[in-house]
């Protein structure tokens, strides 16, 4: 039988995660800070819930039933019955401070699957890629001292001290000779997982704000999340692109901002050469996502950006996202180019248009609810 502790602290963190979840697009729209912490946890400010704790009061104050008053006195002995709420001097203390609890990435993508009710991501058809995990699911009688099974120990000593008649029930001492040490020993299986790559490309070129970049990277670490709940192995690779393109650092990727134009080929012929080179479609799971205001310098690049997606990136890919980040200087046109070609319900060029934070959630929806 659990603990009560343990009951009560599982069931305060299913109020927390279903707190979490209630306010995810608030989390998303208002920019609340989710912080890695490190490993595959991360700290999520909680204002609404105050941890549960005893309180004790001074005992110069007298306890239940003591000390002076009268029926009808409030109850905390600070409030002038003729006086107003609210009134007093200004404190010098410390206010209440929010409380942060810590997830897991398993823990945060489960609220969002939920919260949009996404499918589990099949693999398209991809080579399973082969691991070895070492379990410790056996006993053996050799090992180092950390891995001493304490309880199957004393059970081999109990087991030869009875057989032996060396043992007194009315002085019931155990004392493992070197034979009875039992220790974990690990069980290698062969187990098949597979790997996937996400490759984001940004339009950095002038037209291209903060606003727009702030989009960017908060939908990027939710898609990044739930990619990670469904593969054990995920890489992440960026594109940075104004009239060029290159590869560059997750910083480097969200802090970049240029003044040139916009060639959009430029990007999609480095992300063909980075699947070319390290990621074989046979193997890898592949999610490009590009992220643009909409602008590209003319119809021709605009026609080599069809090509390439249509002879290489989409056939090997999982599925190929684009999310159109409203701009005001942006015009939109690569939108409307994208969308003439493939629909708007095509099931691996997928299309989002992303007016603002508000719309980060739907995006999101819109790009992994069909489970590619």
């Known amino acids: 039988m659990d603990h009560p502790i343990k009951r009560d602290h599982a069931r305060f963190r299913k109020i927390v995660k279903g707190r979490v979840r209630d306010n995810l697009r608030k989390y998303i729209s208002h920019g609340q800070q989710i912080v890695p912490k490190g490993g ?19 005992k110069s104050q007298g306890g239940v039933g003591q000390g002076e008053g009268q029926p009808g006195d ?9 006086g107003e709420p609210g009134e007093g001097e200004a404190g010098q203390d410390e206010g209440s401070k929010e409380l942060e609890v810590e997830l897991t990435v398993d823990e ?5 699957g939920e919260q949009l009710e996404l499918p589990n991501i099949q693999p398209k058809g991809k080579k399973s890629l082969q691991s070895t995990v070492d379990k410790y699911s056996t006993i053996g009688k050799t090992g180092p001292d950390s891995l001493r099974h304490i309880k199957r120990t004393y059970k ?9 008649g060396h043992y007194d029930p009315n002085n019931p001492t155990v004392i493992p000779t070197k034979g009875d040490y ?5 069980d290698t299986k062969i187990e098949m997982e597979n790997s996937a790559v996400v490759i984001y490309m940004m339009d950095v070129s002038g037209s291209m704000g903060d606003e727009q970049k702030e989009i960017v990277r908060t939908e990027s670490f939710w898609i990044n999340l739930w990619l990670k709940s469904q593969y054990k192995d995920i890489e992440i690779r960026y594109i940075i692109h104004d009239a060029t393109a290159k590869e560059v650092d997750e910083n480097t990727f969200f802090r970049t901002r240029e003044s040139g134009g916009t060639l959009i080929s430029s990007a999609y012929s480095l992300c063909k050469q980075i699947i070319e080179a390290d990621y074989n479609p046979s193997e890898w799971n592949i999610y490009p996502f590009h992220f643009s205001d909409g602008d590209n310098w003319s119809a021709d690049d605009t026609k080599l950006c069809l090509e390439l997606l249509d002879k290489f990136i989409v056939p090997a890919s999982n599925m190929f996202c684009y999310g159109q980040v409203e701009s005001r200087y942006g015009s939109g046109q690569f939108y409307k180019d994208l969308s003439s070609k493939y629909g708007a319900q095509h099931d691996e060029v997928i299309l989002s248009k992303i007016k603002n934070k508000d719309g980060i959630l739907d995006s999101i929806k ?3 609810g069909k489970g590619n």
């Open 182 to 186: 039992r220790y974990r020993a690990a």
């Open 74 to 82: 409030p109850v905390d002995g600070q409030q002038d019955p003729n």
């Open 40 to 58: 595959d946890k991360f700290t999520v400010p909680m204002p609404q819930i105050d941890t549960p704790r005893f309180k004790f009061g001074d």
């Open 366 to 368: 819109e790009f992994l």
């Open 156 to 164: 081999e000593a109990l087991k030869r001290q009875i057989a032996l």
């Open 108 to 112: 945060l993508a489960q609220i969002l």
